[in-house]
């Protein structure tokens, strides 16, 4: 359900704006916006960490990418920023979620690493770790009730995959082009959420 979004042109909230009577925190202290600064960090990961392979022109035109959808982001959540809708303090099923998600994901890259060594195909590892990425955020949609996380994982996920089995069938840097284009896929989407177009489905989420 997508939270009424109050007028904030000019930099003016409405009465429908932030704070206790809406149930959503100021935007420099909200958890939500500075949760997904670690989304935007991750994008930059992939796309600095694996766009060299790819050739210096390509390298150039996606780090300049990256850098004006993180500041874009930024932007959005922090210079003219909408409502996100009312939000609630995560449960102990959330958290407990959360913990084990990032565990598990710790524990897939690294035996899908050895496995894919093991296997004469290490060099797809850029895909593999987009993959897990992707699978980690799904559970967070249910946990947290943002269904953002629902497209931010499925879409991440399913580029990692993609990448594993192009590159399984001998195309050069398949691994590093979906995990960059992963990574950027991982901007624009939290770049949309800082926008409004996701809001919370609070219903959904755990609050014991």
């Known amino acids: 359900m997508h ?10 909230r409405s009465e429908n704006g932030f704070g206790p009577a809406v149930g959503e925190p100021p935007p420099w202290v909200d958890p939500r916006r500075w949760g997904s600064l670690i989304g935007l960090a991750g994008g930059m990961w992939f796309i600095a960490g694996y766009s060299p392979s790819l050739g210096p022109v390509v390298s150039t035109v996606v780090l300049i990418a990256g850098l004006g959808l993180v500041g874009a982001a930024l932007f959005a959540h922090y210079v003219r920023p909408v409502s996100l809708g009312p939000m609630e303090r995560p449960g102990r099923v959330a958290l407990l979620t959360y913990v084990a998600c990032v565990v598990g994901e710790l524990i897939l890259i690294n035996l899908g690493s050895r496995g894919l060594t093991a296997s004469g195909y290490g060099g797809l590892r850029p895909a593999l770790i987009a993959a897990v990425v992707g699978l980690h955020f799904i559970p967070f949609a249910w946990a947290f009730g943002e269904r953002m996380f629902y497209v931010l994982g499925s879409l991440v996920a399913a580029l990692g995959v993609v990448g594993l089995l192009v590159g399984v069938m001998g195309v050069p840097h398949a691994a590093e082009a979906f995990a960059v284009t992963a990574g950027l896929v991982m901007q624009a989407i939290i770049l949309l959420y ?6 919370p489905r609070a219903t959904t989420r755990p609050t014991v």
């Open 3 to 12: 939270s009424k979004q109050p007028n904030l042109s000019n930099g003016r």
């Open 194 to 199: 800082a926008r409004g177009r996701f809001a």
